[in-house]
Every structure is written in structure tokens, then in C-alpha cells.
């Protein structure tokens, strides 16, 4: 009868580089208009700049909602 919103968390991890500082990465799975799976990253900020994990969430946190406020709309 009604269609149930769903939100997803996607995840963080993080990425090392060569050269430069570590970064946070953080990722979703979305499904495309032909069915696939893909995977989308944002780079939050380097590990210098968020040098724990639970800051760096705090600050995904802000890409999470802008994309769950795309979606509703």
C-alpha cells in the first residue's frame, strides 16, 4: 500500500596515498536508471584535518543528507 523512504549510511574508510596524507573516504552503492550497481565516493578531507574517524563522519554526515534531500525531491 505506501512505499516505505529508505536511506542509506553508505560508509567510511580510509585511503592511503602515495605522496600525499592519508584521506577519508566516504561511499555509497546507488543503482543506475539501467539497473547497475555503482559505486559513489567523496573524498571528505585528509587525515590531517580529521585526524580521527568519528570527526570525519561528523563531516560525511553533511554529504549523506545532501543526497537523501536530492533524492526526495
Known sequence: MFKRARYQFGY?????RKRKPDVW?????????DGRR???????G???QYP????????AESYRL???R???K
Do not use: D, F, Q
Open 66 to 68: 545532501a543526497v537523501e
Open 70 to 72: 536530492r533524492k526526495t
Open 25 to 33: 573516504v566516504w561511499e555509497r552503492n546507488t543503482t543506475g536508471p
Open 38 to 44: 555503482k559505486r559513489e565516493t567523496v573524498i571528505v
Open 52 to 59: 580521527t574517524e568519528a570527526k570525519a563522519w561528523r563531516e
Open 46 to 48: 585528509t587525515v590531517e
Open 12 to 16: 567510511l574508510r580510509r585511503k592511503s
